[in-house]
């Protein structure tokens, strides 16, 4: 089933801000006076989608929307989508749905334009089933308190067709979609896509620079963009080729990118303003399956810096930031830095990476499906 002229989305700007990444002060608190700006110059260049979730930074995020966003502009000038997250924390099917409530205080606003149940995928998947969380999102449409629902996801393919089959009433779904996770096994960003195309179901993109390691990604690969053509004009960024990729893909409502700086938000913006994006055309395709050609031969930690696997782990070790260090390492071959931001981390944490005790928390929220205790041993002996 294609989609029709008419699909949700049709008239949505490419681009849509992830709120998920946004920039902190020192004390780490919300830079609201820079998220100020990037809003601002996100809706002044004609974008309206804004994706938040209960979870992202304890609310925090959901509560800085609330005040760069929703006390500074009217309600019918934007879209706001956020998320009910049945399993970090192990909520109770109570407390999952109070979160709604929660949500719309945190943000300020009467109604969701899209609301999702948050982060599907094989070992959560019965808890949302069991809390009766499909019908409850349901229910929420139907009284007019969320414009569309939906769910996003983490899972397979055939996961994600049982789902769309036991649902069909789903508005939309978000997938994560990038040109070096098209074909990786545990996230399969092309069957994915297949299948929401199959059930004609459209979808909103997330990690589309894959946490911002396409932004930055291994020598190899820029030389290949380098020495490529681009529509978007000849300095091109890195994370142009990964957010152009991901937009040009048929059925996306829009393409989600965490943007931590008002740098990215201009440099998004210059490439992606309603009337400016083009989609890849074939030459820029090439390039793209050549630059994924030598991400596969290149060595490196394919964390997204999510946070997931930080909640639960008791011994408190900071998984991202040290992954984020070792790819210094094995990314840009810096040794001197991967160690001095590994010592930052460390010391900052008060724990090391070998004081992992092997529970294997992490490795059962990581969305990627990484294998993150035999990542920290790597880490440990490395930089330690
Ligand atoms: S396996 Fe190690 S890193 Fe993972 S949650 Fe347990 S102690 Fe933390
Ligand atoms: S290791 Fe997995 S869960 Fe943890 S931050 Fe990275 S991608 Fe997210």
């Known amino acids: 089933m294609a989609y029709g002229e008419t699909y949700l989305g049709k008239g949505t700007p490419k681009l849509g801000f992830g709120m998920m990444r946004l920039p902190k002060l020192e004390d780490g608190s919300m830079d609201l006076a820079q998220i100020e700006q990037m809003v601002d110059r996100f809706l002044a260049a004609g974008f309206t989608y804004f994706d938040t979730a209960y979870v992202y930074d304890g609310g925090a995020s959901e509560r800085v929307t609330g005040k760069a ?6 309600r019918d000038s934007y879209a706001i989508a956020t998320k009910a997250n049945a399993w970090l924390g192990s909520p109770t099917e109570e407390e999952v749905k109070q979160q709604f409530e929660t949500s719309r205080e945190r943000l300020g606003v009467d109604y969701f334009d899209y609301y999702l149940l948050h982060a599907i995928q094989a070992n959560n998947a019965q808890t949302y089933e069991d809390f009766g969380l499909w019908d409850w999102a349901r229910g929420l449409k139907e009284k007019g308190l969320v414009r569309n629902w939906g769910f996003s996801f983490h899972s397979s393919p055939e996961h994600l067709d049982r789902l769309l089959t036991q649902h069909p009433d789903v508005d939309f779904i978000q997938l994560q979609v990038n040109y070096a996770d098209w074909d990786q096994e545990n996230v399969w960003s092309r069957r994915n896509v297949e299948v929401a195309e199959a059930h004609g179901v459209p979808y909103t993109v997330m990690e589309p620079v894959k ?7 291994p020598r190899k ?3 290949i963009f380098d020495a490529a053509s681009s529509q978007a004009g000849p300095d091109a960024s890195y994370a142009s080729w990964a957010v152009r990729f991901a937009a040009s893909q048929p059925g996306v409502i829009t393409v989600l990118s965490g943007m931590s700086t008002l740098a990215q938000v201009e440099d998004n913006v210059s490439y992606m303003a309603p009337g400016t994006f083009a989609p890849l055309d074939e030459g820029e395709l090439e390039c793209v399956r050549a630059a994924r050609r030598a991400l596969d031969e290149s060595e490196q930690i394919r964390c997204t810096a999510c946070h997931y696997c930080c909640d639960g782990c ?5 998984i991202p930031d040290f992954f984020s260090a070792m790819n210094y390492k094995l990314v840009f071959e810096d040794e001197a830095s991967a160690r001095s931001r590994y010592r930052s ?3 900052k944490a008060g724990v090391e990476a070998g004081d992992c005790i092997g529970c294997g928390q992490c490795e059962g929220a990581c969305p990627q499906g990484l294998p993150i205790i035999s990542y920290l041993q790597q880490v440990s002996e490395a930089l330690e």
Do not use: F, K, S, W
């Not at 966003?69 to 009217?74: A, H, N």
């Not at 946490?211 to 990604?217: F, H, K, R, W, Y």
């Open 211 to 217: 946490g911002g390691t396409l932004a930055v990604p």
């Open 314 to 318: 008791p011994q408190g070790i900071p």
């Open 345 to 347: 981390a460390a010391d």
């Open 221 to 223: 690969v820029r030389e």
């Open 69 to 74: 966003l929703v006390e500074r502009y009217p």
